[in-house]
């Protein structure tokens, strides 16, 4: 019997899966490339989900539009103090900007608020 010629068999082999393999090589090594360039990868989210954002925005108006007679001004003040803290957040999630870290409590910060909700909604936001 005579013996088995290996490395010729080795040499067909390498010649019918070249091919094959330079293909499988052209075609997934860039994506694999891309997922490990760092400019490529999804931003992370920093805060809660806009939806979210913008349901608590809408509570926490109804709470400011109907506030009892008799309530506390602790409670109110603390209350606008949370819908302001939203308006940031939302402002923050979709670019727009605000000065409410700039502006004390009284007109002028009312007027941003005002200001912040129309952009919010030029910005498609659904707020009332």
Do not use: K
């Amino acid at each position: 019997m005579a013996a088995v010629p290996w490395g010729t068999i080795a040499l067909y082999a390498g010649v019918a899966l070249a091919p094959s393999a330079l293909c499988w090589v052209v075609l997934n090594v860039p994506r694999y490339l891309r997922r490990l360039d760092p400019r490529h990868r999804a931003p992370a989210a920093s805060g809660p989900p806009i939806e979210q954002v913008a349901a608590d925005l809408r509570r926490v108006h109804r709470l400011l539009a109907h506030v009892p007679p008799g309530t506390p001004q602790a409670r109110r003040a603390g209350a606008r103090q949370a819908y302001d803290a939203l308006l940031v957040q939302a402002c923050a999630a979709l670019d727009v900007e605000h000065r409410f870290d700039t502006l004390l409590e009284g007109v002028d910060r009312e007027v941003e608020r005002l200001r912040v909700e129309e952009s919010l909604r030029s910005a498609g936001l659904r707020i009332p």
